[in-house]
């Protein structure tokens, strides 16, 4: 049985590693139609899609680069 100690451990390092993953260059974004850009973190990635969104591109989210080779054929 998990004492809360080692519950709220567990749940601490869950955190960080997805806090961490934010950071790495490992997000796409991507339209309707195509990659439009990959290999960012994902601050640099909502920067994209909010540039894209003003210029109009529809269909546009922000997925992991691995999902984006997935549909990129």
Known sequence: ??????KNQTEDSVNEIA???LHEPIWSV???EKVMHARLSYD???????????QKVSGLCIITDN???????
């Open 1 to 6: 049985m998990k004492t809360e100690e080692t």
């Open 19 to 21: 806090l961490s993953e």
């Open 30 to 32: 991507v339209s309707f």
């Open 44 to 54: 640099e990635a909502v920067q994209k899609l909010q540039e894209l969104t003003r």
């Open 67 to 73: 999902a984006a080779q997935k549909i990129a054929g």
